[in-house]
């Protein structure tokens, strides 16, 4: 099995994907898009972002680390529970206000021409550049 991890705003995707990186390459964030999902169904998902879930044990430590050992522990244990997925707080958030979602699928690369797949990228937008470097201080360095 593996996962889809998607993030509940657009802020909260950039950060996990461009991380503690602060220098960014202009045509690097060019050649990336954005993509937003509608979810078709309801869906079961574990929420370590609840305050209930220390009444099974879970704390913020869970998601927090640089490794992954715990936190993909959990998710096999939460899909063998029988949940799709597990909504979580965006790691690279120091003031952890953003949120993530990893959806279980099977594992390998999506296909794009798959009908399931969803569609409707989009270019990063500008506002979302700027929110990144006021917030988080990534700067976007300009093609020479």
Known sequence: MGACCLAEAPLGAWVEVFRKRQLLPEVEIAERSLLAVTLKRDLRVADITARRALSFGITASLGAGEQYDDGQA???QALQEGFHGVRYLVR???????????????????????????AGSAAIPDALVRDAERLFGHRVLPTP
């Open 92 to 118: 690279h958030d120091p003031a952890q206000k953003l949120y993530g979602l990893a959806l279980f699928s099977q594992a390998g690369t999506p296909d794009p021409a798959d009908p399931r797949w969803p």
């Open 74 to 76: 959990f998710a096999v």
